[in-house]
């Protein structure tokens, strides 16, 4: 992190090291044709540098955001050129969705609700985070919501990891069962909903 907490330099360096990898792999695999063998290997080598902790250093500006996302859109760019396309023709969303791949924004805010389950239901032993959430307790049956909704006074605040990991389940906790589920069944069911 930076002096002010901007998590920039860390998301431009991250973005660097992966394009870095996926120019190496776009060189050592020239001969591979299969864009669901190419879209294993940047799963299995990119996505890690993308995504590793992004609970702690999740980005909620647009810049950041967008920054991340084209690191993936290069990616499936350079896919569309083995298809045939030219780079900047290539059909960005229809090629996503045929090969699986979510927007990073949704896989990290995959990986948010998954640490938040486990938080939980306690397979990740750590008591002082879960001291930190607030678990509401219902009045009435009209709210589905299992955290505490509290007013933020800053921005940082607001988007900061326990209060963002909360109300990132309350929006999906009508679609997902966090208590007495096994982690496998919720991410699962998780997948399906996101």
């Given at each position: 992190?930076?002096?002010d907490?901007?998590p ?13 990898l ?14 669901t ?7 299995t ?88 959430l ?55 069911r998780l997948?399906?909903?996101?």
């Open positions: 992190m930076s002096h907490l901007s920039w330099n860390h998301i431009s360096r991250i973005c660097s090291k992966a394009n870095s996926m120019g190496f792999l776009c060189r050592t695999s020239k001969d591979f044709q299969s864009p063998t190419l879209t294993t290997l940047f799963k080598l990119v996505c890690p540098i993308l995504e590793f902790s992004s609970v702690v250093w999740c980005p909620y500006l647009t810049g950041h955001i967008d920054t991340l996302e084209r690191v993936q859109i290069r990616f499936l760019r350079l896919i569309g050129l083995r298809l045939g396309y030219q780079f900047l023709e290539t059909p960005v969303d229809c090629l996503r969705i045929s090969l699986g791949l979510p927007h990073l924004a949704t896989r990290r805010r995959m990986a948010d609700i998954l640490i938040l389950h486990k938080m939980v239901n306690g397979a990740l032993d750590c008591p002082r985070l879960l001291s930190l607030e678990f509401r307790i219902p009045t009435s049956t009209r709210s589905g919501d299992i955290f505490f909704k509290r007013a933020l006074p800053s921005l940082y605040s607001y988007y900061s990891c326990i209060p963002r990991l909360m109300r990132e389940g309350n929006e999906v906790s009508g679609g997902v069962e966090f208590f007495g589920s096994s982690y496998q069944s919720f991410r699962s997948g399906k909903l996101l």
